[in-house]
């Protein structure tokens, strides 16, 4: 219990102290127009609360990775713990802030435009398509996920396919609508269902003394199966840690702020609420069948094609909480990547508006490009969920890559300390490379072979970026 508790005090401190330090590498402007001010136009421009826009921020990034990523995660061991803290801290805070201030910058740009502003046309090509292809996937498995676990909720009567049709035809609606017309107003009742279950469940761990485990306990890998903690950890945790999706939601807040002194508290401190559910998540799932191997013989025992982590929250939200507070707490769990899959649509029709030039006030325009992108998603939503969470995962920690370079770039032609970014995106290049090596879906060859590839890609990046940086100043 006491690595717990200090793990969350770390990410406390962590926001105040390392999201200041971000904030004054990046330089913020309290008398600089942001795009909501400078640019209103009643859809995607409009001017939030501040309080608003946190709420938003983090529901849209807090989808099913910081509970179902956390509990595949912590079977590793207490090693998940530590990269959640300083994952947190050190690279997805980072990576959240400093993107989306780099949005409200140029004027809500969305990621793909960003990276292309710093990394050139080819590579913004690459990643007009490949933001696309993930906000798809995210729209897809976050169709999946809410509607399995409001099936449980219901009579059979109402079985998964009615849920997930519900909550795709939500989903449209959230996409098309100007945004404070639906999402601005729901979003707070799903607000209080996800900050209900966090506490909720962190105050039964408390009161139950559950069995958490603790740092003096070592940080050997305890995965069943094996798996290496690199790079396959790094990346089954992913958004309670660092999460390239996130730079696809930041444009949306970045079009709703108000000033950018805003930034620090509404996209770093949006990361750290997640961290924090991570951790919450990944201590209840490893203390509820009263150890990390309790929870690996409980999984084990399930049927295949089981969604294990459906299936651990449900038991864990009824048992500790009991039938109306389990209720709370899986309607929070339900809220969580219903407010990423709609919002992940919504980048998706944006991306698209960007490199298409198309405006997006006229409901006919934005009809144009969000009807194929319905049908692509209810295409995938055919596919294996299990199949689909792991692509998704890669894909998610490729587009941090990509985006931490183009922060490091950025802060590098603007003078700024780059070493703030360089680290992390060196660090996650070597984990993304090494991944789709290592994983079956991948190349699925050796780890002496895959982590050699990931280090010399890494390298390379750092290399490419030293050539850049000498280019650009001459």
């Not at 913020?28 to 859809?43: L, Q, S």
């Not at 996650?428 to 010399?456: C, D, K, N, R, W």
Request: with cysteine; charged share 10%; hydrophobic share 55%.
């Amino acid at each position: 219990m006491y690595s717990f508790l200090l793990s969350i005090v770390a990410l406390i401190v962590g926001y105040i102290i390392y999201g200041k330090i971000s904030e004054r590498v990046f330089g913020i402007d309290e008398n600089r127009k942001t795009p909501a001010i400078a640019n209103p136009d009643g859809v995607d421009y409009v001017v939030l609360p501040w309080w608003k826009v946190f709420l938003i921020q983090f529901l849209n990034i807090a989808g099913l990775g910081p509970i179902f990523g956390a509990i595949m995660g912590v079977m590793f061991g207490s090693a998940s713990f530590l990269w959640i803290v300083l994952g947190t801290i050190f690279a997805g805070g980072v990576h959240d802030y400093l993107s989306g201030m780099m949005s409200i910058r140029a004027n809500g740009a969305s990621q793909s435009e960003l990276v292309g502003m710093h990394m050139g046309n080819g590579v913004k090509q690459f990643m007009r398509g490949f933001s696309l292809i993930l906000m798809i996937l995210v729209g897809a498995v976050f169709v999946s996920g809410p509607a399995g676990l409001l099936a449980k909720l219901t009579p059979e009567t109402i079985n998964i396919t009615w849920w997930a049709i519900i909550v795709f035809a939500y989903y449209i609606l959230a996409t098309l609508l100007p945004i404070d017309k639906i999402i601005g107003k729901i979003y707070p009742v799903f607000g209080f269902a996800l900050l209900f279950m966090a506490v909720g469940i962190m105050a039964a761990m408390i009161v139950n003394r559950a069995p958490i485990p603790e740092f003096t306990e070592g940080f050997a890998n305890l995965h069943p199966n094996h798996l290496p903690i690199f790079p396959i950890m790094f990346v089954s945790i992913a958004c309670g840690a660092i999460s390239g999706f996130h730079a696809t939601q930041s444009p949306l807040m970045a079009r709703c702020i108000a000033n950018e002194k805003l930034g620090r508290r509404v996209f770093y401190g949006s990361m750290v609420a997640e961290g924090i559910v991570a951790l919450i998540w990944a201590a209840a799932a490893s203390s509820f069948y009263g150890s990390i191997q309790g929870l690996q013989e409980h999984v084990a025992g399930l049927a295949a094609n089981t969604n294990a982590p459906a299936q651990i929250v449900d038991q864990i939200s009824k048992s500790w909480l009991g039938p109306v507070g389990g209720v709370l707490a899986l309607l929070g769990v339900i809220a969580a990547p219903l407010t990423s899959g709609d919002t992940a649509l919504r980048s998706a029709r944006l991306i698209a508006a960007d490199f298409l030039k198309f405006d997006q006030k006229p409901m006919a325009k934005r009809l144009i490009i969000s009807i194929p992108l319905f049908v692509l998603t209810f295409l995938i939503l055919q596919m294996d969920f299990n199949i689909l969470w792991r692509y998704f995962a890669w894909c998610n920690q490729t587009l941090a890559v990509f985006t931490l370079w183009a922060i490091t770039i950025y802060l590098s032609k603007e003078k700024r300390f780059y070493g703030i970014s360089l680290l992390p995106a060196m660090f996650m290049t070597a984990v993304s490379v090494s991944y789709i090596f290592i994983a079956p879906e991948g190349f699925h060859l050796s780890q002496s072979i895959s982590i050699t590839a990931g280090i010399v890609v890494a390298l390379l990046a750092f290399v490419f970026f030293t050539l850049k940086q000498k280019s650009d100043f001459k």
